[in-house]
């Protein structure tokens, strides 16, 4: 049983994360165009046609891009989720293991994602402005997880976007210090890795991200910070 997973690009001009469940590759978010994931996905040796399933959170054009998505399912066959929550939120894998909506809360339809390999569970929550009550039973016992960093609260108020914009993205997206405070009460002694993912370019940086998250959890947990333009490295869990 194991769970691989690579970042392929993390940031508000794309997003998209590689996930190896049992030997099953499946993708989370295709927020780049064809010819970007494709020299992604190369990068961690793999080639379009070896995603068995995409899964995406939402319909933004930075975790889903309507070209890329439609060369993935109809030139290779790949079967494609647009999960939503609702009671048919569970997708079982071929290999063992599974994929689970949970809700999020953003400005458009949108849910985290929970990937099982049957006994390791890693969840994916980002483009959420918090955490639903509802969805924090289910973040117990993570092993792994990719958690939204967006920004640094003082850097997003002193910083020159818009007032109307500083508004949507601080009620829309997760900043340093709301992971910290989730990663503090989900914390566990099973947890391996957080990935700092989603980080805004202007109001925030990979030092402040690691320095959230390292606060809350600890020496004993690999810390990564999933960059833009960047594959991470490759985290695994068994
Ligand atoms: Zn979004």
């Not at 989720?81 to 999020?104: M, R, T």
Request: proline share 3%.
């Amino acid at each position: 049983m194991t769970i691989k997973l690579q970042t392929l690009a993390s940031g508000s001009s794309g997003n998209s994360i590689l996930i190896e469940v049992n030997g099953t590759k499946i993708l989370l978010d295709a927020g780049l165009n064809y010819k970007e994931l494709t020299k992604r996905l190369a990068m961690c040796n793999t080639i379009p046609g070896q995603i068995h399933t995409l899964f995406t959170t939402h319909r933004h054009s930075d975790h889903l891009n309507d070209r890329c998505v439609s060369l993935l399912t109809t030139n290779h066959r790949c079967e494609w989720y647009h999960c939503e929550f609702s009671d048919q939120n569970f997708f079982p894998l071929p290999e063992g293991g599974w994929v689970k909506s949970i809700p999020a809360d953003h400005d458009v339809e949108c849910v985290s994602l929970l990937i099982s390999d049957g006994t390791n569970k890693i969840a994916l929550i980002t483009d959420t402005g918090t955490i639903p009550c509802e969805s924090l039973p289910f973040l117990t016992g993570l092993s792994g997880l990719v958690l939204e960093c967006n920004h640094e609260l003082e850097l997003l108020i002193n910083g020159k976007d818009p007032d109307s914009l500083k508004l949507r993205i601080n009620e829309t997206h997760l900043s340093n210090t709301q992971a910290h405070d989730l990663l503090q009460i989900i914390k566990w002694e099973g947890l391996q890795f957080v990935i700092g993912h989603h980080m805004s370019t202007r109001n925030n940086s990979s030092r402040l991200v690691e320095h959230s998250i390292k606060s809350a959890v600890g020496s004993g947990v690999e810390v990564v910070v999933a960059e833009q333009d960047s594959v991470s490295k490759m985290l695994v869990v068994f």
